[in-house]
């Protein structure tokens, strides 16, 4: 990757000039970036580095700094380090320890009220402050942790239109997980600086959050920026803490193409490998030819022991070369990679640009070896070799039931879980070499072959590469139940066949018998309530028919113990584990019935054979397969009635028993029905205020689930806080218009449903309420003319609708009053209603509350307004 370098030394003279054409003042500029990272040292105490890079003429200058521990107290912490660089830069180091007082989440912050002037990105910056933050997190489940280091500073250099990639090159100490983020640069009390964006890139600007590598592709103006990014850090997938970084980029105008590395390989090897490998960089500049200069930082460089090794500062001209060697050891094995970031820069002015590579190295730990498997009474003994890394916390041990073949790649450590094993015990000293797995005490079954695989495991959840498989059968020298089939379906002669494998492996020199097999029974899965049943004579009769019990309705499991029945010497052999029947269970629904399936048996079942009854030969023909417990029979006839039954087809993965193991179910009879409402119609309500009428009209779009309708139903409410009800239906099914007529209002709700013939009815439409308002409302005249004449002799409204009463009342223009009523129609002949004489010409003034017939209700509405009274005598 490219990005430019910092370099110090290219302020001079440029930074002079920058900063003059910028505006700058010594006297306000100030803070430029930093970060605060934390480092655990006992108990709840822990000691805080705060690094702070600044402007070093301004008279701002912080001997210490005020730090916030994020527990209600600050403090001031002192400076013990200063680091002038040249051309105006120092780097800042405040050491300061607090103890907290319980666990908690702790945000730990620095604010500062001198950024520095001139950012680009953050308006009026020169009085806007500096803050960063670090989260700590005390978590006693989770752990002591220390913050992720950070090798690179976070202040570089750009140049305009050249891609920009910075690295922080952290790691973390304690092997935890590490992300990246971009965040907002923040200001006053730790709230995001209003105005402030992202800087302004030709493509983009961004972070990869695995690599850290903050890609600026490509800058567009000359001028100082400044960007913030969280460092996080994750155990066991919970995220315990974070770093912020406020980091400074100086983009300057650059004649100069960036270097290049050539591609590198991320790397998965066995602990106390040596690796090693060449790293190769060029730079396309010919005119002149740049010198370049390569390096290379991460954990490995730094770990306590064998650290790793390369040459540099290597330097050339146009190109260079390096090699990398690490001579890995046990200790270097952790769960999360090493990363290395290797860096190539130019030395062209005033801008050097890099390139930077970030190759992953994971350490893994050896095999355990020598794994060894052996039966013993009735489990499996285990033994290995102990790992060669005696900083390995234990063992995990992993069985499964058959042989898989796992090898693993360079990067696959632990036992996944898509090859099937299971763990079954860890061991948490690294010096036990042995584990003896009788289930938990239960006893294996007898019959299976037991492969296992062992890994070491460490403190921060590394696993090591998985021991070859080791496998192993217990001898046969127990009975081994085999069949458990129904014969017979009947709820009172029903009847079971049920077998088993007698011991081949018996010594019947120490148990000489003679021998009885006793049978136990129980109307469950997991024989809950084992009932003996009855008993054989022999080793050799291993067969037994229930009868008389009910297989229409229960399922049932057995389990049979042998004994050594000598008068006077009588004790348990051995037993089976309990093994049940398939028992069937169904369901119809429209032209299809769905079947399903329990059992639980020792061995594993791998293949189910549907079989449904002829109807015409009475026999029971195949009809399909399937590798789950349950099947659905489709394409039948609603109505009839089909009967079923499962054949189950498994066996043992040991080699002792034969296979394949055929059981049969119960047979089982259900009948396909309708329950499927048939589809959700459309719905359209059209009104006519002239005729006070509403039109619906409705369809449905699929043609298949039309098919399926034979009834319409019409739902209705005059009022949106009503229930809709059904006020009428069709079986005209290509009958989709209603028209709802002789309302009181056409205010209402509608939908509509589709009905099968089943009576499965649909969902309703989507509900359509209708109000007033798209019809004339109740209006009055403004003049009339009670001369009897025949014309207009009458104040009377407009013609209307929905009204069921009204309140009206007119004055003269002194105030009197002079007619009221309640009839909507008003009928005023022009007459004072007290006096019955005829009120003289001229304007009156009405008030009418009109009580109208809405969705919501009987809702008043109030109108107003001026009334002329014209008589004949006035108009001569």
């Known amino acids: 990757m490219k990005v430019v370098e910092k370099d110090f030394r290219w302020f001079s003279p440029f930074l002079v000039i920058f900063f003059l054409l910028s505006g700058y003042s010594a006297l306000a500029t100030h803070q430029r970036a930093g970060y605060i990272t934390y480092r655990y040292i006992s108990g709840m105490t822990y000691e805080f580095t705060i690094i702070t890079y600044t402007y070093t003429p301004s008279p701002a200058d912080r001997p210490q700094l005020e730090v916030s521990w994020g527990d209600g107290t600050t403090e001031e912490v002192d400076r013990v380090e200063k680091i002038d660089y040249p051309n105006d830069i120092s780097k800042n180091t405040y050491v300061g320890q607090h103890t907290y007082a319980s666990p908690s989440t702790y945000i730990i912050s620095v604010e500062d009220k001198n950024r520095n002037g001139g950012v680009l990105n953050i308006p009026n910056s020169v009085n806007v402050a500096f803050y960063i933050e670090t989260t700590l997190i005390i978590n006693p489940f989770l752990g002591a942790n220390s913050s992720p280091l950070i090798l690179n500073p976070p202040i570089d250099n750009a140049c305009v239109n050249q891609l920009f990639i910075y690295n922080p090159s952290a790691y973390d100490n304690d092997g935890d997980s590490i992300s990246y983020k971009l965040v907002f640069c923040k200001g006053e009390d730790g709230l995001v600086i209003p105005g402030y964006t992202y800087p302004l890139a030709n493509i983009s600007f961004g972070i990869d ?103 540099q500062p290597t330097v050339g001209y146009g190109s260079v070369n390096s090699y990398f060697a690490w001579q890995t050891t046990c200790y270097h094995v952790r769960k999360n990679p090493y990363n290395v970031v290797f860096k190539v820069k130019d030395n062209r002015m005033p801008v050097n640009l890099i390139a930077i590579k970030t190759v992953f190295i994971k350490i893994v730990a050896p095999a355990p070896q020598n794994l060894s498997t052996s039966p013993l009474n009735n489990g499996i003994f285990l033994k290995w070799d102990k790992t060669v890394c005696e900083n390995a916390k234990g063992y995990k041990i992993y069985r499964k039931n058959a042989y898989y073949g796992f090898i693993p790649d360079s990067c696959e450590t632990g036992v996944p879980a898509y ?334 449903s589709a009905v099968d013939s089943f009576n499965n009815e649909s969902p309703l439409t989507d509900v359509i309420c209708l109000d007033i308002d798209s019809c004339s409302l109740y209006t009055l005249p403004n003049v009339f003319t009670p001369n009897n004449d025949g014309f207009n002799d009458f104040f009377v409204p407009f013609p209307y609708q929905f009204v069921e009463k009204i309140n009206l009342k007119i004055y003269n223009r002194w105030g009197g009053l002079v007619f009221e009523t309640d009839d909507p129609d008003i009928m005023w002949n022009g007459k004072n209603r007290f006096t019955n004489m005829d009120c003289s010409s001229g304007v009156y003034y009405f008030v009418c509350d009109v009580y109208e017939i809405r969705l919501s209700g009987l809702k008043v509405r109030t109108i107003s307004g001026f009334l002329h009274l014209v008589r004949s005598d006035v108009a001569k």
């Open 419 to 752: 090859t099937g094993y299971t763990l079954i015990a860890t061991l948490n000293n690294v010096n036990d070499t042995s584990y003896f797995d009788n289930n938990n005490s239960l006893g294996l079954p007898h019959g299976n072959k037991y492969c296992y695989m062992v890994i070491a495991y460490f403190s921060d959840g590394a696993e090591s590469y998985a021991s070859l498989e080791s496998c192993a059968e217990l001898p046969q020298n127990v009975p081994v139940i085999t069949h458990v089939s129904i014969r017979h379906t009947d709820n009172l002669n029903g009847s079971a066949y049920v077998s088993w494998a007698s011991p081949k492996e018996l010594d019947t020199n120490i148990v000489q018998g003679p021998y009885k097999y006793l049978i136990y029974r129980s109307p469950s899965f997991n024989l809950n309530t084992p009932l003996l049943i009855d008993s054989l004579s022999g080793l050799n009769d291993t067969i037994y028919i229930d009868t008389l019990i009910n297989t229409k309705t229960n399922g049932y499991s057995y389990k049979i113990d042998l004994f050594n029945d000598a008068p006077g010497n009588r004790f348990l052999i051995g037993s089976t584990e309990p093994a049940s029947s398939v028992f069937v269970s169904s369901f119809g629904t429209n032209q299809t019935v769905n079947l399903s399936w329990q059992f639980n048996v020792p061995w594993y079942n791998q293949l189910f054979t549907i079989y449904r009854q002829n109807p015409a030969t009475l026999e029971f023909d195949s009809i399909g397969f399937s590798y789950n417990n349950h099947f659905k029979d489709t394409g039948l006839t609603n109505g009839l009635s089909y009967c079923y039954l499962i054949k189950s087809s498994g066996s043992y993965t040991g080699n002792q028993i034969i296979s394949p193991l055929i059981n049969f179910s119960q047979i089982i009879c259900d009948i396909p029905v309708d329950t499927i409402p048939p589809c959700q119609p459309q719905l359209e309500v059209r009104t006519d205020c002239k005729l006070n009428q509403n039109t619906l009209v409705w369809h449905i779009t699929d043609d298949d689930c039309f098919k399926d309708v034979v009834k319409f139903n019409i739902y209705y409410a005059p009022f949106d806080f009503e229930d809709l009800e059904i006020i009428y239906s069709t079986t005209n099914i290509n009958d989709s218009i209603y028209i709802h007529t002789n309302l009181a209002s056409i205010a209402g709700c509608y939908a509509v």
């Open 209 to 311: 959050p695995v690599t850290g590598d903050l890609v600026w592709n490509s800058p567009q103006y000359i001028g100082e920026y400044n960007a913030a990014f969280l460092i996080e850090e994750w155990r066991y997938g919970v995220r315990i803490g974070y770093v912020t970084v406020d980091m400074q980029i100086l983009v300057a105008a650059c004649n100069n193409h960036p270097p290049v590395i050539a591609p590198l390989t991320d790397l998965c090897v066995e602990a106390g490998t040596n690796v090693g490998f060449p790293v190769y960089a060029s730079d396309p500049d010919t005119q002149p030819v740049d010198q370049i200069t390569l390096t290379a930082t991460g954990l490995p460089f730094i770990v306590n022991t064998s650290h790793a090794v390369f040459s």
